[in-house]
């Protein structure tokens, strides 16, 4: 049974930073790209970010140059580190499993999610 769960969660004045992680059991974690999205309220889910199984970034411009998503193969996990927090990035964000070859979706398995507010 695939689980991914994330963590790190929390909240966070303007301008300053938190680290989420997203782990992963039940897959063969390097065959999978992992992607974060997030879902503000009253909002669609929109892609944050991706890394592919070679590593490769795919970021949204809202997010660019401030946001940074790693992996860690040996420890299944992913982490998004996110700095200069605005509250526009307040939302639930996802981490998402894909083994096929679109980093911007569709993916296969989802996280419950992990709550982020920025507060001005």
């Known amino acids: 049974q695939v689980q991914l769960v994330e963590s790190g969660g929390g909240l966070v004045q303007a301008g300053g930073s938190l680290r989420l992680s997203c782990a992963a059991s039940g897959l063969t974690f390097n065959w999978y790209n992992i992607g974060w999205f997030r879902q503000a309220p009253g909002k669609e889910r929109e892609f944050v970010g991706s890394?592919?199984?070679?590593?490769?970034?795919d970021y949204a411009n809202s997010v660019k140059g401030r946001f940074t998503i790693s992996r860690d193969n040996a420890k299944n996990t992913v982490l998004l580190q996110m700095n200069s927090l605005k509250p526009e990035d307040t939302a639930v964000y996802y981490c998402a499993a894909q083994s096929g070859r679109a980093p911007r979706g569709p993916y296969n398995y989802w996280g419950q999610g992990t709550q982020v507010t920025v507060s001005s």
């Open positions: 890394i592919t199984t070679s590593s490769s970034t």
